[in-house]
Nanobody, 123 residues
Framework: VQLQASGGGLVQAGDSLRLSCVAS????????MGWFRQATGKEREFVAA????????YYADSAKGRFTISRDNAKNTVYLQMNSLKPEDTAVYYC?????????????????WGQGTQVTVSS
């Protein structure tokens, strides 16, 4: 499985961005999909995840109320709609996927990773 993330950019505080991540390869095996981010000098952190059936979604506290994760299984794509962006959201955002069906917040549980897309929020 290969993941290709896109949609990052430079925006001002309060703006919105939508990240996309397209999966290719053995996509039938994908269960959970998620987004993580890593700011300069910090560890990678969980942002949001969604189950294959879209029944379960989880968000980091920093994302709740501002970010929405969704997926289109027909297009093998997961999205992250980010509203009311803050400078502290600045980071490289990575999409991730795994065969497991249970949503997990642990990066170590994800077997597939995209290359990352930079999001920069200016104040």
């Amino acid at each position: 499985v290969q993941l290709q993330a896109s949609g990052g950019g430079l925006v001002q505080a309060g703006d919105s961005l939508r990240l996309s991540c397209v999966a290719s390869g053995h996509t039938f095996s994908i269960g959970v999909m998620g987004w993580f981010r890593q700011a300069t000098g910090k560890e990678r952190e969980f942002v949001a995840a969604v189950s294959r059936s879209f029944i379960s979604t989880y968000y980091a506290d920093s994302a709740k109320g501002r970010f929405t994760i969704s997926r289109d299984n027909a297009k093998n794509t997961v999205y992250l709609q980010m509203n009311s962006l803050k400078p502290e959201d600045t980071a490289v955002y990575y999409c991730a996927a795994d065969r497991r069906l249970v949503v997990t917040l642990d990066a170590a549980d994800y077997g597939y990773w995209g290359q990352g897309t930079q999001v920069t929020v200016s104040s």
